[in-house]
Each structure stands twice: as structure tokens, then as C-alpha cells.
């Protein structure tokens, strides 16, 4: 597994990550804990050193997380975030410094280690200056709890006034073939700041890896369910992007999968996605993209089939957005 610097920063990861929140709740089934372990061990064993997880996901997720990484734990960066009342994302925002602190904490002992990697704030809390927030987490890390501090769908004035009191090492925010908002401002920032980027969703909540069409049925409990752009119409338009992916990805001996996250990296040098999994094959098939050297014509290839493809369906609804945005 090639290696890649988030930034200017220092901090090094994995070209390709874990993203660990479905271990435990999202998408499909979570997977029992030593299911989980066994997986992440198996990330380790591959090559991967860049573990995401996050309060919110659920205290049995860092716990998993710390377990299994608890051999390897000089070997490998972990992530996790802070952000919400309680860690319940649905209870509202909560980033005062007292709040981070408590959580930094209680993560410290759930991952069963001396430090954070990467502590991120989760989302934007209106209510407190981001330069508080800054501010509190610089104070964690030079205190040696917290190595470097992140952003999570950030806009460009919070980063640069994030930024001016505490560096950013990375910002994550959803990025992939099927959403590419960030291209639109976020992107040159983190460039001229040298700042990472970490892309949540890279393969579309699944979506990109040609495993849904409009039949697929979720299980109850799967956020997709609740997703216009899941919806069985828009699945049935947007399924021509993923054909187009499939004729880019025989091409090049490779999976839809593969050519999703092999684009994203190629965009900047900079950028390490996060792809969730709880299937060793599926992980398996994921880091295979490391492997991937796309060409220009692959490049514009896949350019053009993105221009000529509308993608249907909302990211969330109106009130999942304002749930997520207030």
C-alpha cells in the first residue's frame, strides 16, 4: 500500500483507509465485534494504517476500533471526531470546549490509547466560534492528547479561520464520482493552505460499485432507505453512470470500485479516501485501486461520462439537510 501526506502537515497515511462507521450502523447489517476485529486486523495485515471512526458511531465502534488496533498502535493513525450532544447526530451540535474535551477523554479510553491521531469536529457548530474550537483542540495538543486537528464539511471561511488559530492537517468531507461539490471552492483552499483531504462516501454509499440497481431491497435500519437519491427511480437513472464505469473498468482489468477510488486518487496527491467495509473480499477488492494508474484517456473518459449523465435524487432530504446543517 502506497503511502500519501495529508498535507503539509506531516501526518502520513495509507493512500486508502478504512472508514469503520458501517462496523457498527449505517449501511446494511453491523458486523459482530469479532467479525470487526478480524476485518480491521485485516486492513492492518494489507497495508492500511488510516482507521476512521467517530463518538457518534456509536461507543462500540471505537471500542472495536481500539481492540483491534491495540498490537499495532504505534503502527497506524487514528481518527476520530467530536461534535454532537451526547454523540447523538441527531440531538443537535455541541462544540464547546468542555464538550471536547470530555469527549477527547472518553475516546482516549475507548481506543485504549495515549493519543488521537486525528481529531475531528464532526460538523460547524453555529453556536460556538470555530476559533474556540481551534483553539481547544490546539490546547489538547500540546497537552499530547490530540496530534492534529480536522475539519468535517467545512466551509472555506470556517477552514481559513480554523486554520489561523490551530493548523488543519486534513478536512473530510463527502467526495465521489456521484458528488463532486467539493470541486467547487473547498478544493483550491485546502491546496493553498496545505491542507488534506479525506473523502467520505467515495463509492457512493455503494452505489458506484455496480452491487445496487433499482430492485435492491435495504434492510431496515439502512439510512438508504431514507435517501432520494436510493429512491428506485433515480437508482435506474443513475444506473448509466455505473455502466459507463464498467466498460472504464474492463478496460483496465479492474472493478467499478476500482476505477471510483483510483479517480479520486489521481485528482491531488493529497487526497486518501476512506471506503467503509465489512466484507475481507469487498476490503480486498477496495485496496486494488492503490494499483491503479489511471491514463488521460482513462481520465477523460470518465469526465465525459460524467457530464452526459445527470445524477438524480437529492444527496438528503430537506429535513435530513437541515438536521445535518443546523
Not at 481518527?79 to 468542555?98: I, M, V
Not at 464505469?245 to 482489468?253: F, K, R, T, W
Request: proline residues 4%; contains cysteine; negative net charge.
Amino acid at each position: 500500500m502506497q503511502k500519501r501526506r495529508l498535507g503539509n502537515s506531516g501526518l502520513e497515511v495509507s493512500a486508502i483507509g478504512l472508514g469503520c462507521m458501517g462496523l457498527t450502523r449505517g449501511l446494511g447489517p453491523a458486523a459482530g465485534t469479532d467479525e470487526a476485529v478480524t476485518l480491521i486486523r485485516s486492513a492492518v495485515a494489507r497495508g492500511v494504517t488510516f482507521f476512521d471512526t467517530a463518538e457518534s458511531y456509536g461507543e462500540a465502534n471505537e471500542r472495536i476500533v481500539g481492540e483491534a488496533l491495540a498490537p499495532v498502535r504505534d503502527l497506524v493513525v487514528i481518527a476520530t471526531k467530536f461534535g454532537w450532544k451526547n454523540g447523538d447526530y441527531t440531538a443537535g451540535r455541541d462544540s464547546r470546549p468542555e464538550r471536547i474535551r470530555f469527549v477527547a477523554e472518553q475516546s482516549l479510553k475507548r481506543l485504549q490509547t495515549d493519543r488521537i491521531d486525528l481529531f475531528y469536529q464532526h460538523r460547524v457548530d453555529p453556536n460556538v466560534p470555530i476559533e474556540d474550537v481551534a483553539g481547544t483542540v490546539g490546547d489538547l495538543i500540546e497537552e499530547g492528547k490530540v496530534r492534529y486537528f480536522g475539519l468535517c464539511e467545512a466551509g472555506e471561511e470556517i477552514i481559513r479561520r480554523a486554520n489561523a488559530v490551530q493548523p488543519v492537517s486534513a478536512l473530510q468531507s463527502e467526495y465521489s464520482l456521484w458528488w463532486r461539490e467539493p470541486e467547487q471552492g473547498v478544493l483550491p483552499v485546502l491546496e493553498q493552505l496545505g491542507i488534506g483531504f479525506v473523502p467520505f462516501g467515495p463509492l457512493g454509499k455503494g452505489f458506484l460499485t455496480g452491487a445496487i440497481n433499482e430492485d435492491t431491497t435495504f434492510e431496515a435500519g439502512d439510512w438508504r432507505n431514507t435517501l432520494p437519491r436510493f429512491a428506485a427511480e433515480a437508482r435506474k437513472a443513475n444506473l448509466a453512470l455505473v455502466e459507463r464505469l464498467g466498460e472504464i473498468a474492463d478496460a483496465n482489468h479492474a472493478t467499478r470500485a476500482q476505477i471510483a477510488l483510483a479517480w479520486l486518487l489521481a485528482q491531488k496527491p493529497w487526497i486518501a479516501p476512506i471506503p467503509g467495509t465489512t466484507r475481507v473480499h469487498r476490503l480486498d477488492e477496495n485496496l486494488g485501486a492503490d494499483r491503479i494508474e489511471l491514463t488521460l484517456e482513462d481520465l477523460w473518459q470518465i469526465e465525459a461520462a460524467v457530464a452526459e449523465i445527470q445524477i438524480q435524487g437529492a444527496r438528503y432530504t430537506a429535513q435530513q439537510e437541515e438536521a445535518i446543517n443546523r
